[in-house]
């Protein structure tokens, strides 16, 4: 059997240089031109009943700014080819100003480039017209439809770009307006009459009650590591979060506090209004400050912290109690470090001589003997109440 051989498609046709030619052609073009220009009130009317129509996305424009857009379409047609050129460049010029404009106003990309394509067919099915009449050669008329239309598919594609454009332009403002609503709460600048108005604005009820949430990080990826973990945490995308830079610390604003991030310290201020979460937000910083010293991570409550936020306050008196009571301990040398580590462990495990043992993986009389070595040298008798917690004081500062 014989193979068929698939037909192949005409070969599109391209307007040629206006300005080669030929003398007969170019008086036909020039006439054509001439007649458009007579018809531009008859092609505004005729787009605006087909946009009307078929088009209900234009319902946002009225019948005149519908018709001033054609007739300025068609002027922009008229004048180039009057002047030789093919029209494509000038019209590229005011695509993207059109595109721009209609989709502020609301007219949606795929209306504008439906609009486009029957404005194009209009002017299409005027030339053919006016070709008749002129004599104007077939095979320029041909390269005109083809032209036309493959502009019409470039145009369909600025339009989309304008829209995707718009969007993120329109996302970014959003981002910005919100990471502003937040920090100004968080931070305590907002006024509280300002932040009660605007707080519905992001989804907020002032009449409810918000925790705060601190964390940190060291560059933009683990911000955004730090977003996505949170919003995991909270099930909620990390688009809709309330989030901004306040000060050196990263802050949340969320309706509750998450149960756990994995691999990441957030810390969590207690429940407040709007108009006071500053507070609860200096709260969760105070505890995200203590607990990175102690290396913590996962979810911190300030209130989980006991008394460790104390251990960093009181520079001055920890440095003299340091220097009596530790420098000892230091000038012994290789061993105290032994020694240190044995005792701060014995106080985190509540003086349990067998735990501190197992820990360490050292032999009980071992953990006895560090412990007595460390009252010899620092002359803190663990016994006593006010040594017990001086020395847990002294050793947790130095380990933060």
């Not at 369909?156 to 718009?166: G, I, K, T």
């Not at 937000?281 to 607990?291: N, S």
């Not at 620092?378 to 917690?389: F, H, I, K, P, Q």
Request: glycine letters at 4%; hydrophobic letters at 45%; proline letters at 5%.
């Amino acid at each position: 059997m014989e193979r068929e051989t698939p037909t192949a498609w005409p070969v599109r046709r391209r307007m040629p240089d206006l300005a080669t030619l030929d003398d007969s052609t170019r008086a036909a073009v020039v006439t054509a031109v001439a007649r458009l220009r007579t018809l531009r009130d008859v092609f505004a009317d005729r787009c605006l009943a087909l946009l009307r129509r078929y088009v209900p996305g234009y319902a946002v424009l009225s019948d005149d700014e519908i018709q001033a857009s054609a007739r300025r379409f068609m002027d922009i047609l008229t004048s180039e080819l009057s002047s030789l050129r093919v029209p494509d460049a000038a019209l590229r010029d005011v695509l993207r100003e059109h595109a721009v404009e209609r989709a502020k106003r609301g007219l949606p990309h795929d209306a504008l480039a439906i609009g486009y394509q029957l404005g194009s067919r209009e002017m299409l099915a005027l030339m053919d017209e006016v070709a008749a009449d002129v004599h104007l050669p077939a095979a320029f008329l041909v390269a005109m439809h083809d032209s036309t239309w493959e502009f019409s598919n470039e145009a369909s594609s600025l339009f989309a770009r304008v829209q995707h454009e718009l969007v993120l332009e329109r996302s970014h403002v959003e981002a910005e307006r919100r990471s502003a609503f937040v920090e100004g709460v968080l931070s305590g600048t907002l006024p509280a009459d300002r932040i009660n108005r605007d707080a519905h604005l992001f989804g907020l009820d002032p009449r409810a009650r918000y925790v705060a949430l601190a964390t940190r990080a060291s560059s933009s990826c683990e911000t955004d590591a730090l977003r996505r973990a949170v919003a995991s945490a909270m099930r909620s995308p990390s688009d809709q979060l309330l989030s901004a830079p306040v000060r050196d610390v990263l802050g949340f604003i969320t309706a509750r506090s998450p149960e756990a991030v994995v691999g990441q310290l957030v810390c969590v201020g207690p429940p407040l209004p709007l108009d006071q979460l500053a507070a609860g937000f200096d709260a969760a910083v105070l505890a995200l400050h203590t607990a990175r010293q102690f290396a913590m991570s996962g979810v911190v409550h300030l209130t989980d912290l006991g008394p460790r936020p104390l251990v960093l306050s009181s520079a001055g008196i920890a440095e003299s109690l340091a220097a009596k009571h530790l420098t000892p301990l230091d000038a012994v040398g290789g061993s105290s470090g032994e020694v240190e580590e044995t005792v701060r462990t014995y106080l985190d495990c509540d003086q349990q001589v067998g735990k501190v043992a197992r820990r360490l993986t050292v032999h009980p009389n071992t953990v006895r003997y560090r412990v007595k070595r460390f009252e010899q040298l620092t002359g803190l008798d663990l016994r006593r109440t006010e040594d017990l917690v001086t020395s847990w004081w002294l050793l947790n500062r130095r380990r933060a």
